[in-house]
T-cell receptor, first 113, second 110 residues
Framework: ETGVTQSPTHLIKTRGQQVTLRCSSQ?????VSWYQQALGQGPQFIFQ???????GRGNFPPRFSGLQFPNYSSELNVNALELDDSALYLC????????????FGPGTRLTVL | DAKTTQPTSMDCAEGRAANLPCNHS???????VYWYRQIHSQGPQYIIH???NNETNEMASLIITEDRKSSTLILPHATLRDTAVYYC???????????FGAGTRLTVKP
C-alpha cells in the first residue's frame, strides 16, 4: 500500500468517447505523474503536475490532458478515444519535483472497444 | 536519458541471491541509475537508486561498475514474493519523466 489511490479500477469505453481518470496522491506529496502501460510493455510517461501546473510532458497528443487540484489530487482526461488507448493508466506521486522515490497507485485498466 | 539493456527473463531459486544485470554504456556523468519492480497487476515499486557508489537498503543492493557502464541489482535472499518485472532506468536527477524499458521478468522458484 502506497497511499496513492486511483479510480475507477476498470473502465470500458467505445472509440470516440471521452474518459476521466482520477488519482489521489499520498499525503504530503504535491507532484503527480501519469503513465500509460500497454500490455507487455513498461510504463510510458504522459505528463507531470507540480503545484497545479503541468511540469513536463511525454510524447502524447493533446487529446491527453490533465488537471491538478489544490489538494494535489489529479485527473487524466482522454478525448476521442482510440483502440490503442486501451492500457493500464498509472499515477505516481512524490514530494516536490525531485525523483528520489515515486509512489505508484494500482492503476486504472481502460478498455476501448 | 541513456538507454538501458536488460535480459528479458531470469530464474532464481528461493533463498538464493538474485543478481539482475543492466547495461547502460551511454550513461553520462550526472545520470542516476534507478531500479523499480512491478508485481503482476500492481503499480511499480521503487527499490533503490545510485550515482557512483554502491548502495544498500532493506530491499536490495545496487552495484555500479567503476566506469558506470553497467550495474547489478542484488536481492540477497530471494523469496517467491520477489517474482516480478524489474526495471533499470537511467535518468537525470531532475528530469521529470521515468523512461521504463521492457525490464527483466524474474521468476523465483521453490
Amino acid at each position: 500500500e502506497t497511499g496513492v489511490t486511483q479510480s475507477p479500477t476498470h473502465l470500458i469505453k467505445t472509440r470516440g468517447q471521452q474518459v476521466t481518470l482520477r488519482c489521489s496522491s499520498q499525503s504530503g506529496h504535491n507532484t503527480v505523474s501519469w503513465y500509460q502501460q500497454a500490455l507487455g510493455q513498461g510504463p510510458q510517461f504522459i505528463f507531470q503536475y507540480y503545484r497545479e501546473e503541468e511540469n513536463g510532458r511525454g510524447n502524447f497528443p493533446p487529446r491527453f490532458s490533465g488537471l491538478q487540484f489544490p489538494n494535489y489530487s489529479s485527473e487524466l482526461n482522454v478525448n476521442a478515444l482510440e483502440l490503442d488507448d486501451s492500457a493500464l493508466y498509472l499515477c505516481a506521486s512524490t514530494r516536490g519535483a525531485s525523483y528520489n522515490e515515486q509512489f505508484f497507485g494500482p492503476g486504472t485498466r481502460l478498455t476501448v472497444l | 536519458d541513456a538507454k538501458t539493456t536488460q535480459p528479458t527473463s531470469m530464474d532464481c531459486a528461493e533463498g538464493r541471491a538474485a543478481n539482475l544485470p543492466c547495461n547502460h554504456s551511454t550513461i553520462s556523468g550526472n545520470e542516476y541509475v534507478y531500479w523499480y519492480r512491478q508485481i503482476h497487476s500492481q503499480g511499480p515499486q521503487y527499490i533503490i537508486h545510485g550515482l557512483k557508489n554502491n548502495e544498500t537498503n532493506e530491499m536490495a543492493s545496487l552495484i555500479i561498475t567503476e566506469d558506470r557502464k553497467s550495474s547489478t541489482l542484488i536481492l540477497p535472499h530471494a523469496t517467491l514474493r520477489d517474482t516480478a518485472v524489474y526495471y533499470c532506468i537511467v535518468r537525470l536527477y531532475n528530469n521529470n519523466d521515468m523512461r521504463f524499458g521492457a525490464g527483466t521478468r524474474l521468476t523465483v522458484k521453490p
